[in-house]
């Protein structure tokens, strides 16, 4: 727990220990924290008020860790869910009120899904990192409000499918990198036709490549 005289502090580098837990008072006192850096630890669970008061905060990395995205629960299934491990991570509740968070770094854990509306609150995200996860499916409200999102990195994953709504609404989007995944290159082309990028660029060197490879 940081105290009181830490409320100056707008910098926390906390990275590669053996921080397993994150309490709701672990950063209560930082109110003027701008950059928070946890990644490398074993972080499995995260109070939902953890970051309710870091309402400064531009910069998360939890990279390196080893928690999943759930869905929001209600206090009953906690109840009922007591002895069960996917009660211990971290769901939607956990990014609310960080109005000023431009950048989310979630890669390298065992996420293997993301339920709709987790980002909802993060309106002025610009870069979000969800490479070298678990995940398999991304439904049509994953990325919901994301509206000043410029970087989505979704590499790495085990992707099978992508609604085809799913990035319409990310309108200032500029880079989506979508390599190492599980996408037949005809899935992806047609995908991308509901996708608009101002670079091109980048999602068409992807698909050449997928094209190449899946010719040799």
Do not use: C
Not at 68 to 86: C, G, I, W
Not at 189 to 210: C, E, G, P, W
């Amino acid at each position: 727990v940081f105290n009181r005289f830490l409320n100056r502090l707008e910098v926390l580098l906390f990275h590669n220990n053996r921080l397993v837990r994150i309490n709701e008072n672990t950063f209560e006192n930082l109110i003027s924290l701008r950059v928070l850096n946890i990644y490398g630890n074993r972080i499995q669970e995260i109070d939902e008020n953890a970051f309710v008061r870091m309402r400064k905060v531009e910069k998360i990395n939890l990279s390196f860790n080893r928690f999943d995205l759930v869905h929001v629960k209600t206090t009953t299934d906690a109840a009922a869910a007591t002895n069960n491990d996917e009660w211990l991570e971290i769901n939607a509740n956990h990014f609310r009120n960080l109005a000023n968070l431009r950048e989310l770094n979630l890669s390298y854990n065992q996420i293997k899904s993301i339920p709709n509306e987790t980002f909802a609150d993060l309106y002025n995200l610009v870069l979000l990192d969800l490479s070298n996860n678990l995940i398999e499916e991304i439904r049509d409200g994953a990325f919901k409000n994301l509206v000043s999102l410029v970087s989505l990195d979704l590499k790495n994953n085990l992707i099978q499918s992508i609604d085809k709504l799913t990035f319409q609404s990310l309108k200032s989007l500029v880079k989506l990198d979508l390599n190492g995944n599980k996408m037949k290159p005809k899935y992806l082309l047609n995908l991308m036709k509901n996708v608009t990028l101002r670079q091109t660029s980048v999602i068409d060197d992807i698909i050449a490549y997928d094209l190449e490879i899946s010719q040799q």
